[in-house]
Nanobody, 124 residues
Framework: QVQLVESGGGLVQAGGSLRLSCAAS????????MGWFRQAPGKEREFVAA????????YYADSVKGRFTISRDNAKNTVYLRMNSLKPEDTAIYHC?????????????????WGLGTQVTVSS
């Protein structure tokens, strides 16, 4: 059993920064990939970033590449998303997810555990 809890969301002005955290708990936790997704009101959930838990390689959506950085702390079972140069269009609920089955990163289907999300609101 795995539980994912996000934190760090909030209200920030355009151009500002936030760092999101996702803490995984459960002694049986074993993940190949940890990812971040977001969902804005009236829109479908979209991929943001992911990290290979073993090797540490990363992948980003084009919309956030160069602005967001995903990282991990294996000892803490925690993944982070540093968000810089935030834009109003980044406003969404951000969810973290774990893929415990394989090393695929961008497909929603491969993630088998999800957090409830943390709200990020960027004002203009």
């Amino acid at each position: 059993q795995v539980q994912l809890v996000e934190s760090g969301g909030g209200l920030v002005q355009a151009g500002g920064s936030l760092r999101l955290s996702c803490a995984a708990s459960g002694r049986a936790f074993s993940s190949y990939v940890m990812g971040w997704f977001r969902q804005a009101p009236g829109k479908e959930r979209e991929f943001v970033a992911a990290i290979n838990w073993i090797a540490g390689n990363t992948y980003y959506a084009d919309s956030v590449k160069g602005r967001f950085t995903i990282s991990r702390d294996n000892a803490k079972n925690t993944v982070y998303l540093r968000m810089n140069s935030l834009k109003p269009e980044d406003t969404a609920i951000y969810h973290c997810a774990a893929n415990t089955r394989n090393f695929l990163m961008t497909t929603t289907r491969v993630y088998d555990y999800w957090g409830l999300g943390t709200q990020v609101t960027v004002s203009s």
